[in-house]
Nanobody, 124 residues
């Protein structure tokens, strides 16, 4: 089993930045990739970005391209999501999750274990 804990959320003004962290523990060899997901109020959870544990391949949703950057620190079992140029539509809960699928995916039903989420609010 894999445990994930997110942190780094908060209140930020439009145009601002946040860096989210996801610490992975447990059987850390039992996943192939980590994804970040965004759930806006009243909406479904959607994939934002993905990074593979082994070769660092990444994927981004169209809404994240050019603004968000995913990275990993395998030595500390941590995945980061750097979010720049934030807009009010980025408001919501951000979750990280692990997948055993050996390909890049942002489809939430292909993820196995989830963290509790961290709240991001973009407002002036």
């Amino acid at each position: 089993q894999v445990q994930l804990v997110e942190s780094g959320g908060g209140l930020v003004r439009p145009g601002g930045s946040l860096r989210l962290s996801c610490v992975v523990s447990g059987f850390t060899q039992d996943y192939y990739g980590i994804g970040w997901f965004h759930q806006a109020p009243g909406k479904e959870r959607e994939g934002v970005s993905y990074i593979s544990r082994t070769d660092g391949l990444t994927a981004y949703a169209d809404s994240a391209k050019g603004r968000f950057t995913i990275s990993r620190d395998n030595a500390n079992n941590t995945v980061f999501l750097q979010m720049n140029s934030l807009v009010p539509e980025d408001t919501g809960i951000y979750y990280c999750a692990s997948t055993t699928r050996r390909y890049r995916t942002l489809f939430r039903f292909q993820y196995d274990f989830w963290g509790q989420g961290t709240q991001v609010t973009v407002s002036s």
